[in-house]
T-cell receptor
């Protein structure tokens, strides 16, 4: 596609519910990143894939968070047993190759509200 | 760990006025990126700076990286309502170019007509 696509754009979940957030990166982009952005804050790193390999998951806040990219293209971020503190905008970004400082292209994000 | 501090936190300017947003790093910057974000939306890439003293311009926006590579500024000339949004600076972590960016908290710009 023309850009990074995320779905759904908005998600309201009841506390304790599981959610799955989808990211379709730009075709051919090797690197894929997930960020969490709380209200009034900058994006904070969650996890990073290079093709299908998850190279860094140090930013995942707890074991309730899980991400996958099984075929090196579409990625899913899953949050189990959602809590109110999980409410945030979840941003996905992809880049051809981050080495050397190539810019990352961001999707519009999924706004998750846990009630 | 590296931290990016942006100032001011928010800014209201009259249309046609110039403005500057600053981004200061606690460590030497190896790659500095400026993004713009509309509320509730994704980030739009503006510019990338890597060399000390580097300056880049696009339309009415100019970004600079100081010689010591610890501070960057974003200057908008003759602001317009379309410039309104949240401006974020991001940086490559030290010695880890190619991984996820570290971001500042953003500067919210409002332009009154």
């Amino acid at each position: 596609g023309a850009g990074v696509s995320q779905s759904p754009r908005y998600k309201v979940a009841k506390r304790g519910q599981d959610v799955a957030l989808r990211c379709d990166p730009i075709s051919g982009h090797v690197s894929l990143f997930w960020y969490q952005q709380a209200l009034g804050q900058g994006p904070e790193f969650l996890t990073y894939f290079q093709n299908e390999a998850q190279l860094d998951k140090s930013g995942l806040p707890s074991d309730r968070f899980f991400a996958e990219r099984p075929e090196g293209s579409v990625s899913t971020l899953k949050i189990q047993r959602t809590q109110q503190e999980d409410s945030a905008v979840y941003l996905c970004a992809s880049s051809q190759n981050r080495a050397g400082g190539t810019e990352a292209f961001f999707g519009q994000g999924t706004r998750l509200t846990v009630v | 760990s590296q931290e990016l501090e942006q100032s001011p936190q928010s800014l209201i300017v009259q249309e046609g006025k110039n403005l500057t947003i600053n981004c200061t790093s606690s460590k030497t910057l190896y790659g500095l990126y400026w993004y713009k974000q509309k509320y509730g939306e994704g980030l739009i890439f503006l510019m990338m700076l890597q060399k000390g003293g580097e300056e880049k311009s696009h339309e009415k926006i100019t970004a600079k990286l100081d010689e010591k590579k610890q501070q960057s500024s974003l200057h908008i000339t003759a602001s317009q309502p379309s410039h309104a949004g949240i401006y974020l600076c991001g940086a490559d972590p030290p010695n880890q170019a190619g991984t996820a960016l570290i971001f500042g908290k953003g500067t919210t710009l409002s332009v009154s007509s």
